[in-house]
């Protein structure tokens, strides 16, 4: 699992609606008090519409390029597999692969350091096991590991475990064994598993010889992207 990695912020974005239970308001509500004691430094955002949401992640970037922040970024949304990340509730979608290219623009930031945390409903089926989610292995990974649901997953579940995970994390920085609080509700995903989709939809859409020819040219760069 990737374990070693540095972090100074965790930034936690909501697009949940205001009349719904506020979970991404509570963990941070839970984490603030140990801001001092950790010395990392806990933001919340509140996005409702799809141009707020836009602004939540150019706020991320530059915030890296001028302030030298290396943030654990959480999404408290809802999920759709096929839709997308849900914006003021359901009322608004915003398409997964808009999410994995503003990912893919703070990862590339923090040198392949991202940890992106999703309490979304089918969060990982959604980025990761969806053919609308394109992948190419020369472009760098939109993280360094994600944490997300696998499936459908209750309020109560979330305002359980990730207030576990996030404390274990703060306290021990490691990712191992904060996973374990988890309760088998998120999966992990690594920037590996994106090389290897990614390498295996391109050889079956490409012929054997081409294959063989361009795999000694460009796995030296597309490694380079995650390592």
Sequence with gaps: MFNE??????????????????????????LKPLERMYSKKIRFVYADTISA?????????EEIEKDGIFPILHLDAHGHRDLGLGVDGISLCYNWNTVVHNCREINSRLQNNLLLTIAACEGVGAICGSNEV???????????C???????IFVSDLERIYPRFFTELLSTNSLTNAYQQLEGLCYSYNCEEVFVKAWLKYTAETTPPIVEDKAERLLPKAKAQIW
Excluded: C, H, W
């Design 134 to 144: 394109t992948f190419s292995f020369l472009e760098p990974t939109p993280f360094g």
């Design 146 to 152: 994600m944490v997300a649901p696998i499936e459908e």
């Design 5 to 30: 990695f540095k972090y100074n912020s965790i930034v936690i974005i909501s697009t949940l609606s205001r009349t719904e239970t506020p979970t991404g308001k509570i963990l941070y509500d839970q």
């Design 53 to 61: 949401l836009d602004t939540a992640f150019d706020e991320v970037v």
